[in-house]
C-alpha cells in the first residue's frame, strides 16, 4: 500500500560538510533535504574563531548547487587557547550559534581538542551568560577504558561535573549511543540535548563483525549492544522534546576507510530520510518523525522550524545508491541493510 507523509522541511543538528571537492560532493545530498544543518568544525586545521568561521560559511555557500534552500549553522572548535571574546561576538554576529567541545584524541581531527578541562572554564562561563549551547563529543579518551564504555563513563567524570561547576550552561550530548546517555538527558532538565545519528538507530556493534570486518560500520561513539540501540530508538521515537537528529554524516574516502588503521565516519546524508521513516514506521511511531526530524531541535535552539514542508513516499523500493563519486575518490552510502521503500518526494 501507498503512503504518503508530510512534515516540516527537516533539519540536521551535526553534520560533517568537510571541505572543498568533498564539500562540492556531498552538500548537494544533505541540501536537497534539509533546511538547515550545524557543521562540524573538525576541519585540518579546525574552524576555531570566527575568521574562520565566516570563511568556512561562504565556502559552503559558493558550493550550494543553484536554487538550494540550506543555512548552514557554524559552529566553532572549542580548544585550550580559545578566547571567550572571540566566541561571544561570533555568537552575537550570528556567526557562529555553538561551540563543540572534542575531548583531545577522541575522535577524527581531535587533536587540538581540549586535555585540561579547567582552562575552558572562562569560555563556558561566558557561554552559560550569553546562553550559547557547548556541543559534546561524549568519550573519555582514557585508553585504559573500554572503547564501549567511553561515553557512559564520561558523563560521570566530565560532564555531570562540567555542568555542576556551571550552571546555566545549555549542552547538547551529541551522537549519543548508550542507555546511560538516554537516561542523563531524559532527566536532565531544559538546558541538556542529546542528537542521536540515523545509523545508531539502525545497527548495533554485531554490523561491524558480521562476516568479516565490516569499515563502513564504524564510527565514533561506536555502535553499542543491541539493549542501547533499542534504548535509543525508544528516545527517539518519545517525542521527547530533548531528542533530536544530528545524523553525524561523516564522508570519508573508501581508501581511507578500507585501510588497516580506517578512519571512523559513517556517510549517511543520501539515505537518512528513507532509512528513519522506515525505522519510526517499523516502531510504530511515524507519527513522531516530524518531532525528532523538524521540531525539537529548532526549539532546543530557539529557531523556528521550517515553514515550508517535505513529502515522503512510500512505494516499491530504491535501489541503493552504494557509492557517490567525489573528488577525493568514491564514498560509500550507509547501507541499512533493509530495502529502501520510503523516498523523498520531488518538491
Ligand atoms: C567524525 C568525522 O569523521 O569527522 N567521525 C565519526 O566517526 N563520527 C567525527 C565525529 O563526529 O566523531
Ligand atoms: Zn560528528
Known amino acids: 500500500m501507498d503512503r504518503t507523509l508530510t512534515l516540516r522541511r527537516p533539519d540536521d543538528w551535526h553534520l560533517h560538510l568537510r571541505d ?17 544543518a550545524i557543521v562540524m568544525p573538525n576541519l585540518v586545521p579546525p574552524v576555531t574563531t570566527m575568521a574562520a568561521a565566516l570563511a568556512y560559511r561562504a565556502r559552503i555557500l559558493e558550493a550550494l548547487p543553484p536554487g538550494a534552500d540550506f543555512t548552514p549553522l557554524m559552529t566553532l572548535y572549542l580548544t585550550e587557547d580559545s578566547d571567550p571574546d572571540d566566541i561571544a561576538r561570533a555568537h552575537d554576529q550570528g556567526a557562529a550559534v555553538a561551540v563543540k567541545l572534542y575531548p583531545a584524541g577522541a575522535t577524527t581531527n581531535s587533536h587540538s581538542g581540549v586535555r585540561d578541562f579547567a582552562r575552558i572554564q572562562p569560555v563556558l562561563d561566558r557561554m552559560a551568560r550569553i546562553g550559547m549551547p557547548l556541543l559534546v563529543h561524549g568519550e573519555v579518551t582514557d585508553p585504559d ?25 545549555r549542552v547538547v550530548m551529541e551522537h549519543v ?20 545519528t540515523t545509523h545508531h ?38 517525542g521527547h522534546p530533548s531528542f533530536f537528529l544530528g545524523t553525524d554524516s561523516a564522508p570519508h574516502p573508501d581508501a581511507a576507510k578500507i585501510a588497516p588503521c580506517g578512519c571512523a565516519g559513517i556517510f549517511s546524508a543520501p539515505v537518512t530520510l528513507a532509512c528513519l521513516a522506515h525505522v519510526f514506521e517499523e ?8 518531532s525528532f526530524a523538524s521540531l525539537n531541535g529548532p526549539a532546543f535552539h ?23 563519486t567525489t573528488g577525493d575518490g568514491p564514498v560509500t552510502v550507509f547501507d541499512p541493510g533493509f530495502p529502501l521503500r520510503w523516498r523523498v518526494a520531488e518538491a
Open 20 to 36: 572543498g571537492a568533498m564539500l562540492r560532493a556531498v552538500l548537494p545530498h544533505s541540501a536537497a533535504h534539509f533546511a538547515r
Open 283 to 290: 516502531a510504530g511511531s511515524l507519527g513522531q518523525l516530524e
Open 302 to 324: 530557539r529557531l523556528p522550524p521550517n515553514p515550508a514542508t517535505i513529502t515522503l513516499v512510500r512505494d516499491a523500493a530504491q535501489p541503493h545508491p552504494g557509492t557517490i
Open 201 to 238: 538507530l539502525i545497527v548495533n556493534r554485531n554490523a561491524m563483525f558480521a562476516g568479516g570486518i565490516r569499515p563502513h560500520y564504524y564510527c565514533l561513539p561506536v555502535a553499542k549492544r543491541e539493549g542501547h540501540r533499542r534504548a535509543l530508538l525508544g528516545a527517539a521515537t518519545s
Open 145 to 169: 577504558i573500554d572503547i564501549f564504555d567511553r561515553e557512559a563513563v564520561f558523563i560521570d567524570r566530565v560532564l555531570a561535573p562540567l555542568r555542576a561547576r556551571t550552571p546555566g550552561l
Open 177 to 196: 549511543t548508550t542507555r546511560e546517555a538516554v537516561d542523563y538527558v531524559r532527566e536532565g532538565g531544559l538546558d541538556l540535548a542529546a542528537t542521536v
